[in-house]
């Protein structure tokens, strides 16, 4: 049955390695007959100079009709100084919310070849491989009422609400055990249950849920700031990592640079039917776009 890709290249290095992708979709779909499609289409810095905005109305059609999409990456200092409402990281959360792709799985994985691109000592993160499951959908980055506004002694103030929902923790936790059954076994599931309520109520659901439908798995809980500081202690004591969409963005960025660079990590953005959007690495890397370096090869 065949299936349909679209190909968001976004900005920077973005359309040089979705060339480069390009050639081994072509490649592949030729020597195993998958009868696959792909179309191009704009997301981010890229939409704004042809529409305007960061994730138009034609790309939105292109994007629900797709079985999977391929993202390069998008953003640059081109679009730092316009709107905030339309830049281009705006377009990359609207696609997120529009398709609801709530399950952001990131590998974290060193290879040997890369050992030496690590900050750490190669004792500390030789044979590393975790897997971070960030809520991608909710959180802070969506949640209502946010703004700026002025108070009454005429000092702005900035606001900005962290909600999740029972449903929204088993969903992602639900990934998270899942995912874990395939792999170590082991699940930590990150917080700050000690400061903020909405991570209270995350905590208890992430427990309740594991001793529901998953005695078998080995389940931990760690505040955020001590999370960041054993991803650099010792981070092969994780297997897999669960959290929400902010804890999530910080320490599957800190894991990256544990492989050497953030630029090698790819992730997938799944919705409950498995649809996804795929990103072969994260960050636009403006600065060596355009050189030849992403893809010297290819």
């Given at each position: 049955m065949s299936k349909h890709i679209l190909i968001l290249a976004g900005d920077g290095i973005g359309p040089e390695i979705m060339a480069a992708a390009e050639k081994v979709l072509n490649k592949v779909n030729d020597k195993f007959n998958l009868a696959l499609t792909w179309e191009q289409g704009l997301l981010g810095g890229s939409a704004i100079d042809a529409h305007g905005e960061p994730y138009p109305a034609v790309t939105s059609v292109q994007a629900q009709k797709a079985d999977a999409i391929l993202l390069g990456a998008v953003g640059g200092p081109k679009w730092d100084n316009i709107e905030r409402s339309i830049r281009p990281?705006?377009?990359?959360l609207k696609i997120r919310s529009e398709l609801n792709l709530f399950a952001n799985l990131r590998p974290a994985i060193l290879y040997p070849q890369l050992a030496d691109a690590s900050s750490l000592k190669p004792e500390i993160v030789a044979g590393l491989d975790i897997l971070i499951v960030r809520e991608l959908t909710g959180g802070i980055y969506?949640?209502?009422?946010?703004?700026?506004?002025?108070?009454?002694?005429?000092?702005k103030q900035g606001y900005n609400t962290d909600v999740y929902s029972e449903s929204e923790i088993k969903r992602i936790a639900k990934v998270a055990f899942d995912m874990a059954s395939l792999r170590g076994g082991k699940v930590c599931s990150v917080d700050k249950a000690n400061v903020l309520e909405v991570t209270e109520l995350w905590k208890q659901t992430v427990t309740d849920?594991?001793?529901?439908?998953?005695?078998?798995i080995q389940l931990s809980h760690m505040y955020v700031d001590n999370a960041a500081m054993q991803l650099v202690r010792a981070p092969k004591q994780f297997d897999v990592m669960v959290t929400g969409n902010l804890f999530g963005d910080i320490l599957s960025d800190e894991a990256a640079m544990l492989t050497g660079s953030i630029g090698m990590l790819p992730s997938a953005s799944l919705d409950e039917n498995g649809k996804g959007?795929?990103?072969?690495c994260h960050g636009s890397?403006?600065?060596?776009?355009?050189?030849?370096i992403a893809n010297p090869l290819a």
């Open positions: 990281e705006r377009g990359l969506f949640g209502q009422p946010r703004g700026i506004r002025e108070l009454e002694n005429g000092e849920l594991q001793q529901a439908q998953y005695p078998n959007m795929y990103e072969p890397a403006p600065d060596i776009a355009g050189q030849n």
